[in-house]
């Protein structure tokens, strides 16, 4: 399995816990604010699971890369857990389909945890230039994205949902 469906499998079993948690609180077992104390602790482990997971995942590239081992450097999730609360809040305010709002943001911010947690490890790592990995259902503009080489300087833009990935670029 790759670092890319690694990465999706984690944002997916995310928002289905969070969900579940959500139809535990419409049946009436949970109060809304045990739900999203326990919603926002699920985000928050799955933040910092994205975080791990880039980290191993960029040691592993660039040994391989390098024909060297490389160590991982300890890599945090950056959102912190009243952003996670946040997040949660905010969809149980959607005036439409709050389930699938959850899923959304859910997804969205367990991607964007790992993608940024990347590429701070690309600059502690001491990585020089990157370029874009597309996920399977990537969009048109990560599309027109994809190729360029950046400099490890450059945040990886990233939209709501988006699961594409770095690759370190060695000479």
Known sequence: MTYTDTLAALAAS?????????ERFLAGELTEAEFVELATAALAVAEARGA???DV???TTLSVQRGTAVATVGLAATVTRSLARQVITEALLDPGDVAEALRVNVRAETLAAAQDAYGEGMRQQGVESWTRVLNSGACPLCHDLAGDVLPATAEMY????CGCTQRPVED
């Open 57 to 59: 995942a960029l040691a």
């Open 52 to 54: 791990s997971l880039a």
């Open 158 to 161: 990233h939209h709501k949902g």
């Open 14 to 22: 995310t928002e289905e816990s969070v969900v579940a948690l959500y």
